[in-house]
């Protein structure tokens, strides 16, 4: 399995960017794809996941209402829609698919990961 991560940028606070992850290989057995992020000197934290065959999604507090994840199988490419962003929103952005069907946040559970995208958000 391949996945490539693009679109990140700069952007102003409240400003929108799309995330895009395309995915390539064996992908039939995937279970979650996920949005993981890592600030400078912080941990890579979970942000979204979504469930590959029937789109359920899941999201952390922080992004609710704000971040919207989705998936397009055709095109074996999941998105992450980030609205009204935040300074704290900046980080490395990085997608990533595991079997796993339990512990979707944990991103010790995925087994393949995209090369990560930077998002800053800034004046």
């Known amino acids: 399995v391949q996945l490539q991560a693009f679109g990140g940028g700069l952007v102003q606070p409240g400003g929108s960017l799309r995330l895009s992850c395309a995915a390539s290989?064996?992908?039939?057995?995937?279970?979650?794809m996920g949005w993981f992020r890592q600030a400078p000197g912080k941990e890579r934290e979970f942000v979204s996941a979504i469930v590959w065959s029937s789109g359920s999604t899941y999201y952390t507090d922080s992004v609710k209402g704000r971040f919207t994840i989705s998936r397009d199988n055709a095109k074996n490419t999941v998105y992450l829609q980030m609205n009204s962003l935040k300074p704290e929103d900046t980080a490395v952005y990085y997608c990533?698919?595991?079997?796993?069907?339990?512990?979707?946040?944990?991103?010790?559970?995925?087994?393949?990961w995209g090369q990560g995208t930077l998002v800053t958000v800034s004046s």
């Open positions: 990533a698919r595991t079997y796993y069907s339990g512990s979707y946040y944990d991103p010790s559970k995925y087994d393949y």
């Open positions: 290989g064996r992908i039939f057995s995937t279970y979650f």
